[in-house]
């Protein structure tokens, strides 16, 4: 029930077009769910969040979709960018808890 | 302001000794968590700290421990190290306790090689 799916696990995206990762949990008490950016040597830093009152939030070019009867949601990256090629983990979290349960990673690559 | 920063940043010990990890939070920020981070997986949470006792823990044996100081920093001691604690370590803080929806800000981690 503590567990978050991602999919991929790679992903392979032309410069310029859409970069899609999902995610999927079990734990419905789950109220927040943040996305990481990770590069190579680096900790993982926020990108964007949403909480399930919403079904979309979007800053620039990265959009979060929020399913809550399906209990998924899913990053999207537009125009995608050779700068983007990163590792993306979703991750869910409640106002109550003190730890970020996350997903296993997706590994992208913007080909230019 | 500084970010979070972490010593040493790679590490190479043999089965059955004992590592030592550091960390400074940023400033203005009380609450630290460290993760496990193995290759190719996401983080795993280990435990976290606030003002200078363990706020809350994650599924890691008793040989993982850890400290934070006044100033906010903190330690992550592991004993006995075994082949699986090869990973990165990863330390976070955040500016207030055991709100699981505050944004964590992380440092670089540290590279820690079990040989």
């Known amino acids: 029930q503590q567990q978050v799916k991602q999919s991929p696990q790679s992903l392979i995206v032309q410069k310029g077009g859409i970069s899609i990762i999902n995610c999927a949990y079990e734990n419905t008490a789950f109220d927040y769910f943040p996305w990481y950016q990770q590069f190579p040597g680096k900790g993982p830093a926020l990108l964007i969040a949403i909480r399930p009152d919403v079904s979309e939030k979007k800053e620039g070019r990265f959009t979060i979709s929020f399913n809550k009867s399906a209990k998924q949601f899913s990053l999207h990256i537009m125009d995608s960018q050779p700068g983007d090629s990163a590792t993306y983990f979703c991750?869910?979290?409640?106002?109550?808890?003190?730890?970020?349960?996350w997903g296993a990673g997706t590994k992208l690559i913007i080909k230019p | 302001e500084t970010g979070v920063t972490q010593s040493p940043t790679h590490l190479i010990k043999t089965r059955g000794q004992q590592v030592t990890l550091r960390c400074s939070s940023q400033?203005?920020?009380?609450?630290v968590s460290w993760y496990q981070q193995a290759l190719g997986q996401g983080p795993q949470f280990i435990f976290q700290y606030y003002r200078e006792e363990e706020n809350g823990r994650g599924n890691f044996p008793p040989r993982f421990s850890g400290l934070q100081f006044p100033n906010y920093s903190s330690e992550l001691n592991v004993n006995a190290l075994e082949l699986d604690d090869s990973a990165l370590y990863l330390c976070?803080?955040?500016?207030?306790?055991?709100?699981?929806?505050?944004?964590?800000?992380f440092g670089p981690g540290t590279r820690l090689t079990v040989l």
């Open positions: 976070a803080s955040s500016p207030r306790q055991g709100i699981g929806t505050d944004t964590q800000y």
């Open positions: 400033s203005g920020h009380n609450t």
């Open positions: 991750a869910a979290t409640m106002d109550s808890n003190y730890q970020l349960i």
